[in-house]
């Protein structure tokens, strides 16, 4: 332009003619759940390209930009990206976002994980996770030939302390070194490093991710079942090897 490139600013016949881009857009705008003056954005946009100009329809493209623009907003809302991503079939194909609220069905249909249970059901339903572990634990222990009441005395002692430390690591080193319980379960040191290492994993944080890591108590837990255990040869080898003997 001969008054340079933002006279357009104050030009009455821009004015005009963004007047009429809203007016003849605003069907389409609101189709869309746009206003007027946003596809008549649209709309100067592309009448700036040249390609526009020189076009033998001009209203065509602009029209067919228009239309391309407002179907991009609207799929940007929907699917809570920008309009530039919304453009791109990568992206667009998926459907909008919804969310579970307005579904009909309840949010604990979709995945048990979702459930929220009051605070004393959900107490109650740890305890009872908690209790079924210890008697799986108690039932490997005595599978493999180690006398049941040590078993059952050793798995609720290691399950008590585990309640005052802050984590499993912690509870092997002040349990290892507990002589107190060794007497009172009448079992050698190997034998109670054995069940220590069963109950609560290896202590060696290279391993802290593995089923040797982990321990029989977190892994029954988080759902390992106790027939699980039963072909794990490893675990099985160490508790063979260190069943406590009867003592006349």
């Known amino acids: 332009m001969a008054d340079g490139e933002s006279s357009w600013r104050s030009d009455a016949e821009v004015a005009e003619l963004m007047s009429y881009a809203a007016r003849r857009y605003a069907a389409l705008a609101r189709k869309h759940g746009l206003d007027p003056w946003e ?10 390209a040249a390609s526009t100009r020189h076009a033998d329809d001009p209203w065509a493209i602009v029209t067919r930009a228009v239309q391309v623009t407002c179907i ?3 799929r940007a809302r929907g699917l809570m990206c920008s309009v530039q991503q919304a453009r791109r079939p990568r992206y667009s194909a998926f459907h909008d976002a919804e969310r579970f609220s307005d579904r009909e069905n309840a949010l604990v249909d979709y995945h048990p994980a979702l459930r929220v249970l009051p605070p004393d059901q959900e107490e ?3 305890a009872r996770a908690v209790e079924s572990a210890m008697e799986d634990a108690i039932a490997l222990f005595a599978l493999v030939g180690w006398p049941a009441d040590t078993a059952r005395a050793g798995v609720e002692y290691v399950c008590a302390r585990l309640a005052d430390v802050a984590s499993r690591i912690s509870a092997f080193e002040q349990l290892r070194r507990d002589y107190t319980a060794r007497v009172l379960l009448d079992v050698p040191q190997s034998s109670w490093r054995a069940m220590l290492r069963a109950l609560l994993g290896c202590p060696d944080p290279a ?4 089923s040797a890591g982990r321990g029989i108590l977190l892994r029954l837990l988080v759902g390992e079942s106790l027939e ?7 675990l099985l ?10 003592r006349s």
């Open 237 to 246: 080898t160490g508790l063979l090897e260190n069943v406590p003997c009867r």
């Open 124 to 126: 109650c339903a740890g």
């Open 39 to 48: 596809a008549a954005t649209a709309a100067f946009d592309a009448m700036r």
């Open 72 to 74: 991009a907003e609207e």
């Open 228 to 234: 699980t255990l039963l072909h794990d040869d490893r």
């Open 207 to 210: 391993q802290e991710h593995t």
